[in-house]
């Protein structure tokens, strides 16, 4: 108990310092969470402490140090820290070529497809993708000087992108198929259905328009370019078939197919210079003639005789002189 200007104190007991000192811990730890109002205090009582963290450490390290002047292995471990680092920088090495490796099986596959459908291809890189909203097209390392062109074919090794809207001098915008103001002329691989796949501003499908409920088309359908227009190579994949919707109330089928190109993935695309044996569906078989009927045999000409001196041409030949008819009897004449 103390005393002080004639009061006296009496010194509060173990429950209530301990209800004060949680009280104040708790709200500490508060302030420190929602604000970080501690933070400068913690660095300075870090700045503080680090000394007395080092004198702590002399008795470890010392008794590592001797420990390893009596076994020998200080070599071993310089060799053990330097064999870390080596494979720490190896596996860096490793990601990188497995990253260039599938960077290269790529490129070989675009090369591969773009002998199939064009005379010319180049690879161009992506650079920027658009993000305005509901607009599908992408910025590529490619333009005027490389001999590119507006509508130009954008594929991949799997089917086809899109075709280019924009050409800049260094770069170009092409507009994927799946915006809303991309049109491709399709036909179902199938059977030779012709059809349009319009985009739809989705990132994943495109829609077949103007198509009756007796159109012959299934879900899993592959639908193929027609070569109608003669921008893209016919007979290369734009999209399968994943919903048909037959709704008595419309006119036309309901129909969404899954783009089967690769829109989303890879950095690099391909740009083709159609070639025209690949522009138009090839031409249908003529229809078979009726069978002419069978000729005779010719008669072998026979073997030339032996020269001989020229006859002398013959007179042409006199009509022979038609005999007159007899003449009707006199009736008047007497016997």
């Known amino acids: ?35 970080h109002h ?19 450490a002399v008795p470890t390290r010392v008794g590592g140090w001797a420990a390893d002047a009596l076994r020998g292995d200080a070599e071993l471990h310089e060799e053990l820290e330097r064999l870390r680092t080596a494979q720490s920088i190896l596996l860096a090495q490793l990601e990188k070529y497995a990253a ?10 675009l090369l591969g497809t773009s002998a199939l459908v064009a005379d010319k291809a180049v690879a161009a890189e992506l650079v920027e993708v658009a993000t305005e909203p509901f607009r599908r097209t992408i910025v590529i390392a490619k ?50 259905l012709r059809a349009i796949a319009f985009g739809t501003g989705a990132p994943d499908s495109v829609s077949i328009r103007y198509l009756t409920a007796s159109a012959d088309i299934k879900e899993g359908d592959l639908l193929v370019s027609s070569g109608i227009g003669g921008t893209f190579p016919f007979g290369y994949p734009v999209a399968r078939v994943a919903r048909i919707v037959n709704d008595p109330n419309e ?11 690769q829109l989303g993935h890879n950095k690099e695309v391909l740009l083709i210079w159609p070639s025209k ?23 072998a000409p026979r073997p030339a005789a032996a020269a001989q001196p020229p006859a002398a041409a013959a007179p042409p030949a006199t009509p022979a002189p038609v005999p007159a008819a007899p003449a009707a009897p006199d009736p008047s004449a007497t016997p």
Request: glycine letters at 8%; aromatic letters at 4%.
């Open 1 to 35: 108990m103390l005393q002080i200007a004639g009061w006296q104190l009496r010194a509060p007991s173990n429950l209530t310092r301990l209800l004060v000192f949680a009280a104040l811990s708790i709200a500490l730890l508060l302030l420190d969470a929602r604000g």
């Open 38 to 56: 501690l933070q400068k205090i913690r660095a300075g009582l870090t700045v503080l402490l680090t000394p007395v963290q080092m004198l702590a």
């Open 100 to 109: 260039l490796e599938a960077e290269n099986a790529h490129l070989r596959s």
């Open 143 to 192: 333009g005027e000087k490389d001999g590119v062109y507006v509508g130009q074919p954008v594929i991949d090794a799997f089917g086809i992108r899109g075709q280019l809207s924009e050409v800049g001098m260094l770069r170009s915008k092409a507009i994927l198929i799946t915006d809303p103001g991309h049109a491709v002329p399709v036909q179902v691989n199938r059977n030779g």
């Open 251 to 261: 006119s036309f089928l309901d129909i969404l197919a899954t783009p089967v190109a």
């Open 277 to 299: 044996a690949v522009l138009a569906p090839p031409p249908k078989p003529a229809e078979p003639k009726p069978a002419a009927p069978a000729k005779r045999p010719a008669v």
